[in-house]
């Protein structure tokens, strides 16, 4: 893996602005939510193609992979944010993560389009009238917006369950309200007797609900978490290892390097640098 794909920061809000007639391509990971601060716009995709009026809201998933271009006649400015509800290991459940994962996959919810009188566009108006909209009340409320664009999605997710549950139907129930960083603390042992299975079952039941191993899941959810800790904190690299679930900093650099290429400390350095160099690595030309 490059270093430059290693950490973007989310929750972020940013702001960019097309002069007349010019053109962006839109290379956002996760998903991207754009409101339409002044100016007229489009949205370009072979499947979609969306007029942007000031006060509008774009929802765009990581695969449109679509451009914006401003109209020829007034400068397009936008305010976005971007959110990985992978990245949000603490809050979003494997259930919720797997829900956005659909959407993702879903013709129809690749790009969406909210009218400037909608609900989404006057909370994200809001949101870009306040002051310190890097502060946590600003991230909150970026992800309640992010969450209310699917509320009708939300509300019909749900599915009748079996009165008497299999194996694989206990793993998928538990996992679905299970948040990915609970895992850091959860041994094999602990979910074999939780499933009422053999270790052996398990392991199958687990790599084909889940995609991986236990422990290769494992170590993605610790590395994940290292990341932040190391992007967005002054945390000791020792009390990283910790908090990651890594019994030393020994260890956690021997995994970390063999994962990234270099060492954590490293690492922290050139994320630093490169959100300082580019702060806007969402949108590229």
């Known amino acids: 893996m490059k270093p430059k794909q290693l950490f973007e920061p989310h929750l972020v809000l940013n702001e960019i602005s097309l002069l007349p007639g010019s053109e962006l391509t839109l290379q956002a ?23 942007l009026l000031p006060g509008s809201v774009l929802v765009s998933a990581e695969r449109a992979r679509g451009q914006l271009r401003a109209s020829q006649l007034t400068t397009l400015s936008l305010m976005f944010f971007r959110i990985e509800p992978e990245r949000l290991a603490g809050l979003v459940t494997w259930g919720e993560q797997q829900f956005f994962e659909r959407l993702a996959a879903q013709e129809r919810f690749v790009t969406r389009l909210f009218s400037e009188v909608s609900p989404p ?18 991230r909150i409320a970026m992800l309640q917006l992010f969450v209310e664009l699917f509320t009708d999605e939300w509300r019909t997710q749900g599915s009748v369950q079996p009165a008497v549950l299999d194996a694989k139907s206990r793993l998928v129930k538990l996992l679905s309200v299970t ?11 602990d979910l074999v007797r939780e499933m009422r299975c053999t270790p052996r079952h398990l392991s199958r ?20 978490r290292a990341q932040e800790l190391l992007a967005t904190t002054e945390t000791k690299i ?3 290892a910790l908090e990651s679930g890594y019994p030393s900093a020994c260890l956690f650099n021997l995994m970390f390097k063999k994962r990234f290429g270099m060492t954590p400390a490293k690492w922290r350095d050139y994320s630093r640098r490169a959100r300082t160099q580019h702060p806007l690595t969402l949108l590229k030309a």
């Not at 960083?181 to 094999?188: D, I, Y």
Request: hydrophobic share 45%; aromatic share 12%.
């Open 29 to 51: 990971q996760g998903w991207c939510v754009l409101y339409v601060k002044s100016g007229v716009g489009y949205w370009l995709h072979p499947r979609s193609t969306y007029e």
């Open 121 to 138: 566009a006057l909370k994200f108006r809001a949101l870009c009238e306040k002051d310190q909209a890097q502060a946590l009340p600003a």
């Open 179 to 189: 948040r990915p960083a609970e895992l850091l603390n959860l041994s094999f042992a």
């Open 205 to 224: 039941l687990f790599h084909e609900v889940v995609g991986m191993s236990f422990r290769e899941k494992q170590a993605q959810v610790r590395l994940a």
């Open 238 to 240: 020792v009390e990283v």
